[in-house]
């Protein structure tokens, strides 16, 4: 192995195109999409050549008995020791698909050339791959026919264009209409002039104008993070206080770094400022020498963030679930074989082939968390965050978790966890530990810190946390070895450049700085009404597979309509009349209230992941507005159809208002169930626990029943009858008492309200205001989900 890695890195030129391909690697060659190196002509095999490094570290070709040969100085090889300036052909002899490899020097730590994105972001990275620049077009994307092809599933198959004007000798990226956007130095453009001090970000690629090349940087993980200076306050004055303070450290690549501390140490709030949900007041974060608050917009689908409770809709089966997400988080045109291949092999990597198919709510709680880390690898991030994932668990369930992520880690990735646990914390690289105040007390390898604070043990050191509010734990370690080595000499590296001006913007470090100076909210991932379909297809199927629900769906109008029919009898009198009109309207307000009061509150924690990654607040509530009402009216109709079926409306004779008084009271029942199920979502948006909407609920049915006008006299009541008017039972009972004239059947003060009065324009008022409290409702309601949402998507 030690003489493998003296192999010299290689640039390979394949047809004018160039790729760095490192000796760590071997690479397949062939005509299969999945190769390495994709070779697109049909004279070449499905698997034609794997070039790789031999024992003795030199670089070798083999071919893989391809049918029409791989070939050298014209000669047909099997085997063939490729040296600098070699030139191979596949397929044919003569014309065959070329290339020829060039060794690229490795750069010395003390005197190295830096590459185009060292100088425009600090971060030392060769680029993966060099291409000319275009004499008139060049066209980047996912689809074959592209004259960049990017194989990446969150590039739209024709994402971009670099225009080149010959005659100015200038550039502009053009945005092709892209589902994820195309970005110029972090902010998302349509059509921009671009230069070489611009970073074009593509999906996970970003390329780079250097010379007359265009230079390809792409993010296969391997990032760090670099933290300096983070604070966080709220509130001001004396009853002001710190949650973050002046924190700074490093996390390298492919670190699992274990962030631990007491309650209310600022573990939760870091995490929030880390992955750009809450940014700090003061400080930075640099997503491999990029700002990560500048940049959000490009940077947000390299992180993921895997949150304390379940993102994912539990009554679904695992890979269903995997499969709506992936519907949601990739281009509208990625084909299904290509979501369900990503969903197979997120399924694979997470070890859950046994457990695709069964209902998420009954797995355990270890395969559960499992299942939320598989949804964040969807769009194989670089950075993956976690919220407390071993929280609940059994001690074996716990470090079977932490195994976990240390694999994932391994695999690539930078992985930050905030734990309470500390039964695992040998299998971090580093660990973070925060004390009161959110001040760092240790950063370091994890077997270091219970030695550097004289514990034997952790409960003593929590406790010491609790207890010891004077000692000065930030600074004893500020001033400590691990300090000066874990953090200041690993965060010492030079940095190039701190800001170049682009064409289009700023690129390099910049503070976090106050809301104002955040990058405007990201674009969505797909087109609104892709989003819309796919939402409303899973919470169907969600809702579907909840039994309870649909139990208490389908009994609901069919009791409510008994108890209406019952009071009923065979015709409306003035004994039966107001209380079976009452009776309908308790029953649609119930209808209603009941389908969504929990429906967001349960959901939080999705929605608020969901739309950090590009989902649209107005497309997630139509959805809901679109089942729960479709559901409501429906049951609406067999409330009232159950509880007026047979039943003389008119005893005194003559019609409706406009219709015939059953469709009237139908539609009547029907818009008052619908705005009670928008009244519904407004609480469920409102409150903060599920568990208080069953209280609330009630609440809500008596004030629709004192005010609905049919127990007291409002008409002319100050202050009453104005309340009233935001009543949806209100107008509903008005509409129905103005159907069948409630006046002529039941005569007396009670029922001379005008609202009551058996005239077009009064029925016309009722039942329009049950629509105009219906779009009030739907307004509140998306003001109130802008509350739950990441700062950067308040848009």
């Keep these: 192995m030690a003489e493998r890695t003296a192999a010299p890195q290689l640039l390979l030129e394949i047809d004018g195109e160039a790729q760095l391909i490192s000796p760590d690697h071997s690479y397949r060659l062939g005509r299969d999409p999945d190769s390495d190196v994709v070779l697109a002509d049909p004279r070449v095999s499905w698997h034609h050549a794997v070039l790789h490094t031999a024992p003795d570290g030199h670089w ?130 349509g059509r921009a002039p671009v230069g070489p001090t611009d970073l074009i970000g593509v999906g996970h690629s970003l390329f780079c104008l250097v010379g007359d090349q265009l230079q390809e940087y ?39 770094l274990a962030v631990a501390g007491p309650s209310g140490a600022g573990k939760s709030t870091l995490l929030n400022a880390l992955t750009g949900l809450r940014p700090a007041e003061e400080g930075s974060v640099r997503y491999d020498g990029r700002d990560l608050y500048r940049d959000y917009a490009e940077l947000r689908q390299r992180i993921g963030l895997v949150p304390q409770d379940d993102i994912l809709h539990t009554q679904l089966t695992v890979r269903r679930a995997l499969g709506y997400a992936a519907e949601l988080r990739f281009p509208g045109d990625t084909s299904k074989a290509e979501r369900r291949a990503r969903v197979t092999e997120v399924i694979s990597e997470l070890g859950l082939e046994q457990r695709a198919d069964q209902v998420i709510s009954s797995l355990s709680g270890g395969q559960r968390k499992r299942v939320s880390v598989a949804l964040e690898l969807l769009t194989k991030p670089s950075l993956l965050f976690l919220d407390e994932p071993t929280s609940g668990l059994d001690p074996g369930m716990d470090r079977s978790v932490m195994h976990m992520l240390r694999r994932l880690a391994d695999d690539g990735r930078t992985v930050v966890v905030v734990t309470h646990s500390v039964l695992s914390l ?54 400590s070895a691990a300090h000066s080595r874990y953090i200041t000499q690993a965060m010492s590296r030079p940095v190039l450049a701190t800001g170049t001006t682009g064409a289009t913007g700023t690129t390099g470090a910049t503070g976090a700085g106050a809301e104002a100076e955040l990058a405007p909210p990201p674009p969505p991932a797909q087109s609104w009404g892709a989003q819309l379909g796919t939402l409303i297809r899973r919470y169907s199927a969600a809702l579907a597979a909840d039994r309870t629900f649909l139990i208490i769906m389908i009994a609901l109008p069919f009791v409510m309509g008994a108890m209406a029919h019952a009071l009923a009898g065979s015709k409306l009198d003035q004994n039966s009349a107001l209380n079976a009109l009452l009776i309908l309207c308790v029953g649609g307000v119930l209808t209603g209230a009941a389908n969504s009061v929990r429906e967001l509150v349960k959901e939080r924690t999705i929605y608020q992941r969901e739309r950090a990654v590009g989902l649209s607040r107005s497309a997630y509530l139509c959805s809901k507005i679109v089942v729960l009402g479709t559901v409501t009216v429906v049951q609406a109709v067999v409330l009232t159809l159950v509880g007026l079926f047979g039943v003389r409306l008119r005893p005194n004779g003559g019609g409706g208002v406009l219709m015939p008084p059953l469709l009237e009271i139908t539609i009547t029942v029907a818009l008052l169930s619908f705005t009670a199920m928008m009244l519904g979502l407004v609480i469920s948006a409102l409150v903060r626990k599920e568990e208080v909407t069953m209280p609330l609920l009630v609440l809500v049915a008596i004030v629709q029943v004192v005010f609905c006008g049919a127990l007291l006299k409002l008409n002319g009541v100050p202050v009453l009858n104005q309340l009233s008017w935001l009543v949806p039972s209100r107008w509903a009972l008005g509409a129905m008492a103005g159907t069948i004239d409630l006046h002529s059947i039941v005569p007396g003060t009670l029922t001379a309200d005008p609202l009551f009065r058996h005239r077009t324009g009064t029925w016309l008022l009722d039942v329009g205001m049950l629509v105009v409290l219906s779009l009030v409702f739907a307004f509140v309601v998306s003001r109130l989900l802008r509350r739950h949402e990441p700062v950067v998507m308040r848009g």
């Design 60 to 189: 070798m070709l083999d071919d893989e008995g391809s049918t029409n040969g791989t070939y050298a100085d014209g000669h047909r090889v099997r085997h063939l020791d490729v040296s600098p300036g070699t030139l191979m052909r596949f397929g044919d002899a003569v014309d065959g698909v070329w290339a020829r490899v060039a060794v690229v020097p490795e750069p010395t730590t003390v005197n190295r050339r830096p590459s185009a994105l060292t100088v425009l972001t600090g971060s030392y990275r060769q680029p993966t791959r060099i291409a000319p620049l275009p004499q008139r077009v060049l066209r980047i994307g996912r689809a074959s026919d592209n004259d960049l092809v990017v194989d990446d599933l969150v590039v739209s198959r024709h994402h971009a264009e670099l225009l080149a004007d010959p005659t100015a000798g200038s550039y502009e990226i053009v945005d092709l209409g892209s589902h994820n956007g195309t970005f110029v130095n972090g902010q998302p453009v």
């Design 218 to 256: 792409v993010d296969t993980g391997a990032v760090g993070l670099d933290v300096t200076d983070l604070t966080v306050r709220v509130g001001g004055g004396r009853d002001g206080r710190t949650l973050l303070d002046g924190v700074t450290f490093p996390v390298a690549e492919k670190c699992l």
């Design 426 to 479: 040998d299998v971090c690289d580093r660990l973070l530990l925060l004390a009161p105040g959110g001040r760092i007390a240790f950063y370091g390898p994890p077997d270091d810190a219970l030695p550097f604070f004289g514990f034997p043990a952790w409960p003593d050191a929590f406790e010491a946390f609790e207890e010891d509010r004077t000692r000065d734990w930030a600074g004893e370690y500020r001033g």
